[in-house]
């Protein structure tokens, strides 16, 4: 009997130590606690499945091949609560689009500094595993690229992507979008990160075959936080 009894007491102290443990956990999603820590700085590199959406002057949707490209920059991390930081930084990023119609082929590298501005949720799954989902702007200012034409008869032109005049092709060198992304934050210093950029600004000025060009951006990013 008194092993009976032994037996429902640890059952019972198990039970209430669980739903503690799980009580805990819920309340855990969302910390307004007052972050440990200031300002977390690091630095990021990685893969730009870099694209865009165009129309025609009738209106008519084009769709551009992906274009495989780079991103590399630094970051701050600005807390404002254990659950919630501002994210920024500057990046430089390497974008476009591949263009292959019949005997054509049109390819874009445009390249940007950017800023995002995100809203950063914060969750730990241990002291070790972190994890981050990032939504909120960008704004970028073109500094350089070119485009380059070509058929296949071997004839071709290659222009530099901004400025003006008849050798330029004359694109916005402004640029801004949404960013949306996760990532993972293993021993409070490697980073693992996945992001999506969704352009609202359109990318060219006047174009005889395109309107209402914006870019797409797919960014797979590896990192070090100091």
């Not at 008869?153 to 960013?179: H, I």
Request: glycine share 10%; hydrophobic share 35%.
């Amino acid at each position: 009997m008194k092993k009976t009894l032994l037996v429902i007491a640890c059952a019972v102290l198990s039970l209430t130590a669980s739903a503690q443990r799980a009580s805990s956990s819920s309340s855990s999603f969302f910390s307004t606690e007052k972050a440990e820590g200031g300002i977390e700085f690091g630095i990021r590199a990685g893969m730009n499945i870099a694209n865009a959406s165009a129309s025609d002057e009738n209106g008519v949707s084009i769709s551009p091949g992906n274009r495989t490209a780079f991103h590399i920059g630094v970051t701050a991390d600005i807390p404002l609560m254990q659950s919630l930081y501002v994210q920024t930084g500057l990046f430089f990023q390497n974008k476009g689009h591949k263009y292959k119609e019949d005997e054509y082929t049109e390819t874009s590298k445009p390249m940007y500094l950017e800023i995002p501005i995100l809203a950063s949720y914060r969750y730990d799954f241990s002291d070790a595993l972190q994890l981050q989902i990032n939504a909120g702007p960008y704004f970028g200012y073109g500094i350089g690229g070119k485009i380059k034409a070509e058929w296949n008869d071997d004839d071709s032109y290659e222009v530099d992507f901004f400025g003006d005049g008849d050798d330029n092709y004359g694109a916005n060198r402004f640029n801004c979008g949404l960013q949306f992304g996760a990532g993972l934050t293993f021993s409070n210093h490697y980073y693992l990160g996945f992001a999506y950029q969704l352009g609202l600004s359109n990318v060219i000025k006047t174009n005889d075959d395109y309107d209402n060009v914006k870019d797409r951006n797919w960014m797979i990013s590896l990192g070090y936080n100091f």
